[in-house]
Structures are given as C-alpha cells and as structure tokens.
C-alpha cells in the first residue's frame, strides 16, 4: 500500500468523503469483477459493490493500516456477496424454481465438442457447481491473485482448510472443463 | 523419492510449492510434463470467464448511488451511541427536508402544537404557596399530571403508527411512495416529541424515541434509493429487536400508573 493510499485511508476514516470517493473510484472495477464471479450475475454483483462499500465507509475506522486495503475489501465483499446470495437464492426457492444461472446451457456436463461452445459459459456453469467456499477460495486465487494466506485470511479460515477448498475446486473444475481442452 | 499428486501440481502452477525442486523434478519427467500440461490446459480454460466489461466511469456511477447512503461516521443505521446528541441533531436539521403530503403536514401541525403545548407545561419549579392548607394537591403538579399523561398517550398513538409501518416495511420486498412518506412525516413527529419528552424532563422516553430517529431518518431517505441489498439489511435489523422495543415501549405506556 502506497503514502498516498494510507493518507486517503486516514482520511476517509475521519469522515472525509472526498477522500472514501477516491477509493470508490480506484477499487469499484476490481470490486465488480470479484462480485460478478461470485454471484454469477450482473444486477446481483452491482448490489453487491455498493452495499460493500457502504459497509466499507463504516467500518473504515477498524482498518489496520499494516494490512491489505485491496485484501480488506475483498473480505467485505465476499462477506456481502454471501449474505447476498443466502437470502436471494431462499427467496428464489419460493418465487421461481431456478436461479439464473442455472438456466445456462447444462451441456457443460457432457459438451458437444462439434459446436461453437461459449467457454466462458461452460467455466461459469461449471464455477457455480462449486461449493461456496470452493468457488471463494478458488475465485480469489486464480482470479484475483492473492497468496493462500491472504485467500485464508480473507475467507477467515485455515491455511490447511482453504488449501484443501482449492484442491476441490481445481479438481471438479478440470473435470468440467478438461472436454473442453481439445476444442 | 516422494510421490507428486495433483495437489503438488496444483500448489505449482499457482506458485505456492514449498519444495524449489518441484519445477525441475516436473521438468524431467515425461509423466510429471504431461500431467502438469493437462492441468495448465484445462485451468487457463478458466480464463475465458470474464465479467461484463464496466465503462471508465463505473466508480463514479457507483459513487452516484451510494453517496447519499453513507451516513456520517458515529451516525450508523441502528447504533445504540447514535442518542439525539449535538452531532445527529445538526444532521437530522440538515436532512429534514419536508416532502410531505397534505395529510401528512396537518398531522405534523397538530403533532408540533402539541409537542410545544407539552414542552410549556412542562415541569417547573414548584411555588411554595405559605398559605395553602396542609395536604392540598397544588394545581401546578396537577398540571404535570396532566401533560405527562398527555404526552404519554400521544407518543402511544406515535408508536402505533410507527409499529404499523415497520411491520409492513420487514413484510414487503417493495418500496412505496406510501412508506417514506410515512416514514418522513413520523420522523419530524418523533423528534418533536423527543422534544416534548426531555422538556418534561422524562429523559427515558427521550433515549427511546432518539433511538428510532436514525432507522426513520433511513426508511425516509434510503428505502426508495437503496438497493435491495439495503432494504433487506434494514429489514433484519428492524426483526432483529427495533420492532420488538417498539412494542414493548408502548405497553409500557399503556400500563396504568407506571410512568417510563
């Protein structure tokens, strides 16, 4: 984390909006891209970027400046998109019979490899066959980038647990995507 | 010599491996190659999910939305701290922009006349008169009584109207006109007789009904703008116990003889 970074954090901490708007801007993209893999869908992940940062401009104060900024929000951000997705796919049990990505193509099991194949598709139908936490852990570490420390310490869980949650994921998600490598 | 499962493959291609000789071991071996081949093929597959593309001023449109959600620090939804002090009072004073209906700005009237009739006949200090018989009631206490009781069951029929908005509010998914009209024209209610309340000196109901400003302040302000995100958080804190005391306040108010 750069001077300037900890000096717009200080300020925003104080209350400074300016400053909370400057972190608004520098990390919103990063924020949305994280949220979308997560739910899976565009509306869901918009709702998810803003209660997060409103849930960020609250609890700025708590952050410790010897830690991540980017690692601080993501946690926030996860911790949104899970709270997020709970009641929205209990509500949708009651009002409609599958949540919307469900509703992709579910060739990905067994792919016609003749046909142009939306791959992206395919990765996300296989990604949402995840566990929460296998899809968090993996998300954040293939997409994102963090270290599995950092992917642990963000989903509050072990190193061990969090290795073990990657290694699942990677393995369902090569199985889902392997027929696709020829292609 | 240790054998290398997919695991280890795995804690590679990621950069995480503790052992430095796991590249070369991986590159010797035909087996090990194939297999770490595989397993890069089939995750940089992976790649190819990516988010719909944001334009350059996504963070600024986020801004846009959430700008008039972000309470000032201290100031929080539902926070036990957030009592009327001098900090919320300025806000609440800056925020208190009236949208009210007809009916609503009536009622608000009748509400302010009698907040400023109560706040009058609130508890002075008592004149001694010497010539009174011993054991007479002096009229300025029964005046007390009076307002107290006054004051007691109009914040009572406050607090219903309050229960029966909050109870729609946790039980609809969909904001209306309705509710933050309703919610604007029982914020100014409520703080006019906060008002009433701490001129009389009864500084419990005072707490109580500074308690429910900010919740007011946000069904007024950030229901209808809010995501559905913010409306079903609101939701869970109002379930969460605000509802709760709201009830339990205003039994306590209709108890005979129990002042609060």
């Given at each position: 984390?750069?001077?300037?970074?900890?000096?717009?954090?200080?300020?925003?901490?104080?209350?400074?909006?300016?400053?909370?708007?400057?972190?608004?801007?520098?990390?919103?993209?990063?924020?949305?891209?994280?949220?979308?893999?997560?739910?899976?869908?565009?509306?869901?992940?918009?709702?998810?970027?803003?209660?997060?940062?409103?849930?960020?401009?609250?609890?700025?104060?708590?952050?410790?400046?010897?830690?991540?900024?980017?690692?601080?929000?993501?946690?926030?951000?996860?911790?949104?998109?899970?709270?997020?997705?709970?009641?929205?796919?209990?509500?949708?049990?009651?009002?409609?019979?599958?949540?919307?990505?469900?509703?992709?193509?579910?060739?990905?099991?067994?792919?016609?490899?003749?046909?142009?194949?939306?791959?992206?598709?395919?990765?996300?139908?296989?990604?949402?066959?995840?566990?929460?936490?296998?899809?968090?852990?993996?998300?954040?570490?293939?997409?994102?980038?963090?270290?599995?420390?950092?992917?642990?310490?963000?989903?509050?869980?072990?190193?061990?647990?969090?290795?073990?949650?990657?290694?699942?994921?990677?393995?369902?998600?090569r199985?889902?995507l392997r027929?696709?490598v020829?292609? | 010599?240790?054998?290398?499962?997919?695991?280890?493959?795995?804690?590679?291609?990621?950069?995480?491996?503790?052992?430095?000789?796991?590249?070369?071991?991986?590159?010797?071996?035909?087996?090990?190659?194939?297999?770490?081949?595989?397993l890069?093929a089939e995750l940089?597959l992976?790649?190819?999910?990516?988010?719909?593309?944001?334009?350059?001023?996504?963070?600024?449109?986020?801004?846009?939305?959430?700008?008039?959600?972000?309470?000032?620090?201290?100031?929080?939804?539902?926070?036990?701290?957030?009592?009327?002090?001098?900090?919320?009072?300025?806000?609440?004073?800056?925020?208190?922009?009236?949208?009210?209906?007809?009916?609503?700005?009536?009622?608000?009237?009748?509400?302010?006349?009698?907040?400023?009739?109560?706040?009058?006949?609130?508890?002075?200090?008592?004149?001694?008169?010497?010539?009174?018989?011993?054991?007479?009631?002096?009229?300025?206490?029964?005046?007390?009584?009076?307002?107290?009781?006054?004051?007691?069951?109009?914040?009572?029929?406050?607090?219903?109207?309050?229960?029966?908005?909050?109870?729609?509010?946790?039980?609809?998914?969909?904001?209306?006109?309705?509710?933050?009209?309703?919610?604007?024209?029982?914020?100014?209610?409520?703080?006019?007789?906060?008002?009433?309340?701490?001129?009389?000196?009864?500084?419990?109901?005072?707490?109580?009904?500074?308690?429910?400003?900010?919740?007011?302040?946000?069904?007024?302000?950030?229901?209808?703008?809010?995501?559905?995100?913010?409306?079903?958080?609101?939701?869970?804190?109002?379930?969460?116990?605000?509802?709760?005391?709201?009830?339990?306040?205003?039994?306590?108010?209709?108890?005979?003889?129990?002042?609060?």
């Amino acid at each position: 984390m750069t001077r300037i970074e900890q000096k717009i954090i200080r300020k925003a901490a104080k209350g400074d909006r300016a400053a909370f708007r400057e972190l608004v801007l520098e990390h919103s993209h990063a924020m949305f891209r994280l949220a979308w893999r997560l739910s899976g869908d565009q509306n869901a992940a918009e709702d998810i970027v803003q209660e997060a940062f409103i849930k960020a401009w609250r609890k700025i104060g708590e952050f410790r400046m010897d830690s991540s900024f980017k690692s601080w929000l993501h946690r926030i951000t996860v911790n949104t998109a899970m709270d997020y997705l709970r009641k929205h796919v209990r509500r949708k049990q009651f009002e409609t019979p599958e949540p919307e990505f469900e509703t992709l193509d579910r060739a990905a099991d067994v792919p016609d490899t003749g046909t142009q194949i939306d791959i992206s598709r395919q990765t996300q139908v296989a990604m949402m066959d995840l566990s929460e936490a296998e899809r968090t852990a993996l998300l954040l570490k293939h997409y994102e980038g963090h270290s599995i420390q950092e992917v642990a310490r963000i989903m509050e869980i072990t190193t061990g647990a969090c290795k073990q949650n990657i290694f699942r994921a990677v393995k369902k998600m090569r199985i889902a995507l392997r027929p696709l490598v020829a292609t | 010599m240790k054998h290398i499962t997919d695991e280890d493959l795995t804690l590679l291609f990621y950069g995480e491996h503790d052992d430095p000789e796991l590249a070369v071991r991986v590159a010797e071996s035909e087996e090990l190659s194939d297999r770490y081949d595989a397993l890069c093929a089939e995750l940089k597959l992976a790649d190819a999910y990516q988010p719909p593309q944001r334009g350059d001023d996504y963070g600024a449109e986020v801004w846009q939305r959430i700008e008039s959600q972000l309470v000032a620090p201290g100031v929080g939804a539902f926070r036990r701290e957030s009592k009327a002090g001098g900090r919320l009072g300025d806000w609440l004073a800056s925020l208190v922009q009236p949208r009210f209906s007809l009916a609503g700005a009536l009622s608000i009237a009748l509400v302010a006349v009698l907040a400023f009739t109560l706040g009058r006949n609130g508890p002075q200090e008592a004149i001694i008169n010497p010539n009174a018989p011993a054991g007479a009631t002096p009229a300025m206490a029964m005046a007390d009584i009076d307002s107290s009781r006054l004051l007691t069951h109009s914040v009572s029929t406050h607090l219903e109207q309050v229960n029966l908005v909050l109870t729609q509010f946790v039980n609809t998914s969909e904001t209306s006109s309705n509710e933050t009209e309703y919610a604007t024209d029982m914020l100014v209610a409520n703080r006019l007789y906060r008002q009433a309340a701490v001129q009389q000196g009864n500084h419990k109901l005072a707490a109580f009904l500074a308690d429910l400003e900010p919740l007011l302040i946000e069904l007024a302000y950030q229901a209808q703008s809010g995501s559905p995100a913010t409306r079903e958080r609101m939701q869970q804190e109002v379930k969460d116990g605000l509802l709760f005391r709201v009830r339990v306040m205003n039994k306590q108010l209709n108890k005979p003889e129990i002042s609060v």
